[in-house]
């Protein structure tokens, strides 16, 4: 005679109405197997379809490789500094130096191998050089460069003794070798009106290209892609050393610049996905095979890396891309979700029915699976990009572990053969809408709370007195070559790369030249005792103005003129006659002065071959910024208070230091406080009980107490990653303290101290292998969760049940004892 379940169907030969001779379970996992039991293949070519199609958009998605989605978007000062040195142009260009026998001309062949699609612009000081055409022209226009002061000062030029040293000035070089091509200079500007403008024009806005020993010659070659594009980054890169490896005699070549550091982040994230995911995937194979050992055990082999799949594809649909980073804790996200099938499988084989496994394990499961949710929900609080990213990372794959574990795994495995800890004859437990409701498992109180108060004791003292780091170079990779390259750089040309920048945003350029205009106004008025000399601002306010300001300074030019001009044009016509000059000479002076002069516009220069300066004006985006550089000074009041005033960003090494060290305590906090509260919410809610919940929770003190204590012996420092990894330790650490206490509430059998102990090892090799990586973040990931898994799986193996008093051996208790 054939059993029927209750919706009809014939029951499986493992059911309980079979085995039992008991009603179906009323659990909705346990429903839903005997539901599909009868059509396993549907089921399977289901998830096989849905995880083949996340694996496949996955394969076939960009990855992201570059620093940015490390960067913090909040707060808003923050994010601006950080989008001010991103698009800075000393950190979007190429820093090269040449040395050797020659290395101005090995410089100049260098400059013409490197220019081309990937490096359109090259600067290497022999093109900065004014011709007398350029230099008439740029005296045209130079009363748009001239404040009220300089043109007030012009009275000065218009004296007759100084007229007559201008004039015999001119005549004397008007004989010599380059008076001819001076000619029309001197026609337009007989009394040097202009000379104060041009006079170290070109050595106070440009660097100094040659090295004084005569042995070194400087580069800077602006690459047309983002320093973010890491494809672009390499392509830049290569073509620098093709270039290099062409000059015709030996010479070094040292590169320093951002594209270098993404062309080295992505070789050395792609290097670690490589090495850590296939590593991880062995170690949780040789893990299973030891532990496992039946065929069955592939089942549960594969689950993790199906959950992977899902993980990456769901990253995708979000973002369209994802991160290296995020990839590469893929073996993490590899042992986390090896738990729930580990738990599953260990459930069923020990002698149930599918169904009954069912029922005792889902709950435990559900609630590790709500803890390790809860902490990395926490992550959503990040101001980093990439930590949200990788959040999203994940819950999706913790969520299809789950899905898999409890709906699809279950039709994979049959149960074991070994006699089950029953817990009453044959019965089954039908209190499954309890919480730990075992009289017959007491906590030992007074020892739980003792040890409570002094961990939280000890954790916070541990907690508050870890230094925490703020080096933007621990969030990146950075090769040692890079950082010996970087010091000699700084060693030839000083703290060229070094400087504080200060930037101004506008929606067009002439709002954010008008700004410039301002703030250079605003900075010069400062002391400079209380900021910096006024000379050691190199900027565009002194060569390009916003147009308004340029009008407003033609405008007194030409009140100016108004004034003085018939009298100075009478005066000079005069003495040029006594001096021997035709009548005619210096009309083109009185056609200068009685005109309105043309304005000076960015294709002024970049038409007169001098286009670095406007490498400070750059487009991001629907905004503009133009920069400026400063010496690198403290943000003291009065510096903070013109940078607010005018809207601008100041922004050196030691500020956005301080910004990030600021911002990473935040996160610190956040993160901790909101992983902790959640996981607290969620254990008391299923546990009921302040005693079981402190017990379960333990491993988490032990946990926390074994990274800290490495910390402080190490005297290492706190950074984002680590941080980050603070919660997941909290996380992964209740999951093994919610099963033991399972355990030995009697809910789950003698198999379970197995899969904790398996579960363990498994989540300790998928993050261990993180500590391989070269790159800082997933080793910081891995280094601290590895140690604060160790300590978590023997507090909950050796630790918690100390602390236990049963009336009977675990696992073998009274029906109404119960974890559900």
Not at 525 to 535: G, V
Not at 677 to 696: D, E, V
Request: glycine residues 8%; hydrophobic residues 50%.
């Amino acid at each position: 005679m054939t059993t029927l379940n209750s919706i009809g169907e014939p029951c499986p030969p493992d059911s309980p109405q079979v085995r039992d001779g008991h009603s179906p379970p009323a659990s909705f996992f346990s429903r839903l197997y005997l539901r599909l039991y009868p059509k396993p293949r549907i089921l399977f070519a289901a998830s096989a379809a849905c995880v083949c199609a996340c694996a496949l958009l996955a394969a076939n998605a960009s990855v992201r490789d570059d620093i940015t989605i490390l960067m913090p978007s909040r707060p808003a000062y923050l994010a601006d500094q950080y989008m001010a040195l991103r698009e800075a142009p000393i950190a979007r260009m190429l820093t090269i130096t040449v040395s050797g026998a020659d290395p101005a001309q090995a410089a100049k062949l260098l400059a013409q191998a490197l220019r081309g699609p990937e490096i359109p612009t090259v600067f290497t000081g022999s093109e900065l050089s004014f011709s007398p055409a350029l230099l008439t022209d740029f005296c045209v226009r130079s009363p748009g460069l001239m404040e009220g002061a300089a043109t007030a000062a012009i009275s000065e030029l218009l004296t007759e003794d100084a007229m007559i040293r201008s004039l015999r000035k001119d005549a004397s070089l008007l004989l010599s070798a380059r008076g001819i091509a001076m000619r029309e200079l001197l026609a337009m500007d007989p009394l040097g009106i202009c000379a104060a403008n041009l006079r170290g024009f070109i050595s106070k806005n440009t660097p100094a290209m040659h090295g004084t020993d005569g042995r070194h010659a400087l580069i800077l070659a602006e690459p047309a892609s983002s320093l973010t594009d890491s494809d672009a980054a390499s392509a830049v890169m290569a073509c620098v050393r093709r270039a290099a490896q062409a000059l015709p005699q030996p010479h070094e070549v040292m590169v320093v610049g951002g594209h270098r550091h993404t062309e080295e982040n992505a070789a050395v994230i792609q290097n670690d996905i490589r090495r850590i995911l296939p590593l991880s995937i062995l170690l949780l194979a040789l893990a299973f095979g030891i532990f496992v050992r039946t065929r069955q055990g592939l089942a549960i082999v594969l689950l993790p890396g199906a959950a992977l799949a899902v993980a990456a594809g769901g990253v995708i649909l979000i973002y369209g891309e994802i991160s290296g980073i995020v990839l590469g804790f893929g073996s993490a996200v590899l042992g986390i979700t090896s738990d729930y099938a580990i738990h599953v499988y260990f459930a069923i084989r020990s002698g149930r029915s599918i169904p009954d496994s069912l029922d005792r394990v889902r709950l435990p499961l559900a609630l590790g699976a709500a803890t390790t949710l809860a902490a990395f929900a926490a992550f959503f609080s990040s101001s980093i990009p990439g930590i949200v990213q990788l959040t999203w990372f994940a819950i999706f794959g913790v969520a299809a572990a789950g899905i898999l574990a409890l709906i699809v795994l279950p039709h994979c495995l049959t149960p074991g053969t070994g006699d089950p800890d029953r817990t009453t004859s044959g019965a089954r437990d039908t209190t499954q809408d309890a919480f730990f409701t075992a009289p017959g498992v007491r906590p030992k109180i007074r020892p739980l709370a003792a040890l409570w108060t002094a961990s939280v004791i000890v954790l916070g003292l541990l907690l508050y007195s870890l230094p925490i780091s703020s080096d933007i170079t621990a969030l990146s990779y950075v090769s040692e070559a890079n950082r010996t390259d970087e010091r000699r750089t700084r060693e030839i040309w000083g703290e060229l790369r070094e400087r504080a920048l200060v930037a101004v945003i506008g929606d067009t350029m002439q709002h954010a030249l008008e700004k410039n205009d301002r703030l250079w106004t605003a900075l010069h008025a400062i002391p400079p005792e209380n900021a910096f000399p006024a000379e050691d601002v190199f900027g565009l306010a002194s060569i390009l103005p916003a147009q308004s300001t340029q009008h407003a300074r033609q405008r007194i030019w030409q009140e100016f003129w108004a004034e003085h001009g018939p009298a100075a044009l009478a005066r000079l016509s005069r003495l040029a006659h006594a001096e021997r000059f035709a009548p005619e000479a210096f009309l083109p002076f009185k056609a200068w002065i009685e005109s309105t002069p043309p304005l000076i516009t960015p294709q002024f220069f970049i038409d007169a071959g001098f286009s670095l300066p406007l490498t400070l004006l750059r487009r991001t985006g629907d905004k503009h910024l133009i920069y400026s550089l400063v010496p690198a000074v403290p943000l003291n009041p009065e510096l903070a208070k013109t940078m607010r005033v005018n809207d601008a960003v100041y922004v050196s090494g030691q500020s956005f230091r301080d910004a990030l060290h600021s911002a990473t305590r935040t996160d610190i906090l956040h993160f901790g406080a909101l992983a902790l509260a959640g996981i607290l919410a969620i254990i008391f809610w299923g546990l009921r009980s302040p005693a079981r919940t402190g017990l379960a929770l333990l491993p988490i003190a032990v946990g926390l107490a074994c990274v800290l204590a490495v910390f402080h012996l190490a005297g290492m420092s706190l950074n984002i990653f680590h941080a980050m990894a603070l919660p997941l330790v909290m996380a992964l650490s209740v999951d093994y303290g919610v099963f033991m206490l399972a355990h030995l509430e009697g809910k789950l059998d003698k198999a379970s101290r197995t899969g904790i102990l398996l579960s363990g090892i498994t989540s300790l090799s998928s993050f261990g292998v993180l500590m391989l990586a070269d790159h800082p973040a997933l080793f910081s990931l891995g280094f601290t969760v590895s140690f604060g898994l160790g300590g978590a799986v023997l507090a909950a193996l050796c630790v918690l049940p100390f602390f236990v008093t049963t009336g009977t051996t675990p696992g073998h208790e009274d029906a109404n004892h119960s974890f559900v």
